[in-house]
Each structure stands twice: as C-alpha cells, then as structure tokens.
C-alpha cells in the first residue's frame, strides 16, 4: 500500500528557533499534500494544503509566515515552523492521498 | 456547526461487547466516507472505507445514510486491541479535496 515518510518523530527545540519536518510519499506522488496538527486529546486540525509547484493554501487562523510550506516536488512537502514558541508544541502529522489518505508518522515537536 | 460530528465518548466496554459509533457530517456533497483509527501518540490509520450499501470487515460494519447525512461503525466482539481512538473522516469536496476529521471517539475495552 501507499507509504507516507514523515522525520522528524521528535524534536525538542528551543523558543525562538525554527524546526522543519519533512513529509515524504514513497511510492506514488502527491502533487498535494496536508499539513494537520493536533493537541492533546484534540482532533486534527487541518493547517495548511501544499500543492507542489505553487503557493500553499492555509486555513483560517494559521500564519502563513509562521507555517512555511515548501512543496518543490511530487514526493517531498515541507513545513517550517519558524520562531518557534511553546504553545507551537503539538502533534504534527501531513497525510498524502492515493485514493484514499495516508498519514505519515506525525512529529511531536516540544518547545522549551 | 462543525463540518464532521462525532459522538464524543469515552466508549468503555467489557470484552466481547459490541459497540456503534455515530458520526454525521454538514455537507450534502461530500462524496467520500471513512473510518480511521488512532492509537495514543501515533498517526491515524485507515481501518475501512464506507460505502453507499453498507460494507463489513470481519468484526467491522461501516453504514453511510445520505439522506441524513449519518455514518456508523460497529464493532461486534470487541477485542482489547480494539481500544483506540476511532476518527469519523469525510472529503470536504473542495478544489483540494481534502479531508475532514471528526473529533474522534475514545473507546476502551476492558478484559
């Protein structure tokens, strides 16, 4: 089945910095791509759509310029996460679709 | 009004049991239905689509009502592995077609 590779798992980060995460499909290509994020015992919220070769679309609320999304091929999304503040701290997972969605493994970024 | 509804739970079952999750969702023209589960600290994965007649996988049953806008998941036989986090997933049937997520069902199965 498809396969979606998402790295970092973890990453602990001082405030201030910038953390990226790379999504990956492996075995088809996405020309889009989802970036979510959860919080503890929350649902996932749909942050931001990267569609490769073009500007990302964001959802109300999400800082574009916080959120840096970069999609420059059919198999790789990016998201940076600039600046990075504590209450950034969550779950972030991206998802590929090939019929159906498929996750990658999720970041947990801390910031301390 | 949210897009994907939920029965918010906590479901807590003794083995053996089954058990029906409900979900509804606001957009007539959402043309995509599925059933995803969540164990604590991991991705979602995909346990089943739901299809207009009614699909079964073994101890799951998947029902989709159009008419008023409903999906269900039954779970007969419930297993301790069955504990998780069972997410309501529709397409949201814009230019991306991305989906939209419930908030998800606590269920936990007790021996």
């Known amino acids: 089945g498809a396969v979606v590779s998402q790295h970092p798992s973890r990453v602990i980060c001082k405030s201030g910095t910038s953390v990226k995460i790379e999504c990956r499909s492996l075995?088809?290509?996405?020309?889009?791509m989802f970036w979510y994020r959860q919080f503890p015992k929350q649902s996932l919220m749909l942050m931001a759509t990267?569609?490769?070769?073009?500007?990302?679309?964001?959802e109300q609320g999400v800082e574009k310029d916080k959120f840096l999304i970069n999609h420059a091929s059919l198999t790789l999304s990016t998201l940076t996460v600039t600046s990075a503040h504590p209450e950034d701290s969550s779950f972030y997972i991206c998802?590929?679709?090939?019929?159906?969605?498929?996750f990658g493994q999720g970041t947990r970024l801390t910031v301390v | 009004r949210k897009e994907v509804e939920q029965d918010p739970g906590p479901f807590n079952v003794p083995e053996g049991a089954t058990v029906a999750f409900n979900c509804t969702y606001s957009?007539?023209?959402?043309?995509?239905f599925f059933w995803y589960r969540q164990d604590c600290r991991k991705e979602p994965k995909l346990l089943m689509s739901v299809y207009s007649s009614g699909n079964e996988d073994g101890r799951f049953t998947a029902q989709l009502n159009r008419a008023s806008q409903y999906i269900s998941l039954l779970i007969r036989d419930s297993k301790l592995s069955d504990s998780a986090t069972y997410l309501c997933v529709v397409n949201s049937v814009n230019n991306n077609n991305d989906m939209r997520f419930g908030a998800g069902t606590r269920l936990t199965v007790k021996p």
């Open positions: 957009n007539s023209a959402s043309q995509s």
């Open positions: 075995d088809f290509q996405a020309t889009t």
């Open positions: 990267s569609n490769e070769g073009s500007k990302a679309t964001y």
């Open positions: 998802s590929a679709e090939d019929r159906k969605a498929f």
